[in-house]
Structure formats: structure tokens, C-alpha cells
């Protein structure tokens, strides 16, 4: 079983800057793809924002927030980082990380992922 809390939400200003992390557990931890997903207030989808490949690290970012966020993984940690620079006011939501232990053929959908947080609030004041 595995399971992921995450970390590192908060208050930020516009274009400020703000740290996610993901903790995962489960042993031995392993996965194909590891992703953050955003769900913006009053919505009912989560949309993904960026994904990393465990084992190669290869990264796939969101048009909205490619040149501003960085996914990173480590793997000695079994830990997911998002680090969101020149933040926006559209990018206030719950921030969820998941993972993708079963082969599937996309990573940009949420049903396409097998493990959820639990989520972390991040709000950008303009």
C-alpha cells in the first residue's frame, strides 16, 4: 500500500515563490510517474501540472506552468518536489500528488494514477 502526504503549501504573493513536497511510503516504494495535480477553487476536475518518470526523472510540464515550476524527484527519499516560482493568482488551488504504479497509457489525466494525497492548499494574493 502506498501512501503520500504532502507539504510545503501556503500563502505566497503574486509572483512569489513557494516549495511542495511529497512524502511516499509503502515498502519497497516504487512507481512509474509521479505528478502534481491542481484543482482550482469551485472546480470539480484536477488538472495536471507537472509529472516526472521515477526511475529516468524525464519531466512533462502544463502549458500554464511550464518555465515557471520544477519537478524533481528523490529517489534515496522517496520524495516528489514541485517548486513554483513567478507565482499567479490563477494558480491558487489544492495541490495533489499522486502516482502511477501500474502501467497505463497517459500521464496527464487523473485516472490515470493509482495513489492520491490527501492535498495542500496554495493561495496567490494579486
Known amino acids: 500500500q502506498v501512501q503520500l502526504v504532502e507539504s510545503g503549501g501556503g500563502l505566497a504573493q503574486d509572483g512569489g515563490s513557494l516549495r511542495l513536497l511529497c512524502a511516499a511510503s509503502?515498502?519497497?516504494?516504487?512507481?512509474?510517474?509521479m505528478a502534481w495535480f491542481r484543482q482550482a477553487p469551485g472546480g470539480k476536475q484536477r488538472d495536471s501540472v507537472a509529472?516526472?518518470?521515477?526511475?529516468?526523472?524525464?519531466?512533462y510540464y502544463s502549458t500554464s506552468v511550464k518555465g515557471r515550476f520544477t519537478i524533481s524527484r528523490d529517489k534515496d527519499k522517496n520524495t516528489v518536489y514541485l517548486e513554483m516560482n513567478k507565482l499567479k493568482p490563477e494558480d491558487t488551488g489544492v495541490y495533489y500528488c499522486?502516482?502511477?504504479?501500474?502501467?497505463?497509457?497517459?500521464?496527464?489525466?487523473?485516472?490515470?494514477?493509482?495513489?492520491w494525497g490527501q492535498g495542500t492548499q496554495v493561495t496567490v494574493s494579486s
Open positions: 499522486a502516482a502511477q504504479t501500474k502501467l497505463r497509457p497517459g500521464i496527464d489525466r487523473d485516472t490515470e494514477y493509482d495513489y
Open positions: 509503502g515498502r519497497p516504494f516504487s512507481a512509474n510517474v
Open positions: 509529472a516526472i518518470t521515477w526511475s529516468g526523472g524525464s519531466t
